[in-house]
């Protein structure tokens, strides 16, 4: 059932229309992502690796759809309760600021 909620699909759908290859494929990707993929994106075995301390960096990466979002969150100072912002992209209607300059 979890297959069938993180894939969008109605379980008569998944066990009905889906050929088993489909099912399995599906079952087995759900099984890596959140069994074998650690949190970061690597195999979790390799994260929890004591001997590969030191052997991962971080980098600094911008990501806009969150940069768009935290920005209307500081302009809503009070807002309604059950109020909540969803990402939508939008390149006519962008206007949350300034173009970002990594300088």
């Known amino acids: 059932m979890k ?25 087995g990707l759900n099984i890596f992502e959140t069994e074998l993929l650690g949190p970061n994106g ?9 001997d590969q301390d030191g052997y991962f960096r971080v980098e600094q990466v911008y990501n806009f759809a969150t940069r768009a979002l935290e920005i209307e969150q500081e302009r809503q100072t009070k807002h309604e309760p059950g109020v909540s912002y969803r990402i939508v992209y939008d390149r006519k209607e962008a206007n949350y600021g300034e173009p970002f300059s990594d300088d």
Do not use: H, M, Q, Y
């Not at 066990?15 to 099912?23: A, H, Y």
């Not at 690597?42 to 004591?50: G, Q, W």
């Open 3 to 27: 297959v069938c909620r993180d894939w969008g699909v109605k379980p008569s759908t998944f066990f009905n229309k889906w050929t088993e290859r489909d099912r399995s494929l599906a079952v």
């Open 42 to 50: 690597f195999p979790r075995e390799l994260e929890e690796d004591p």
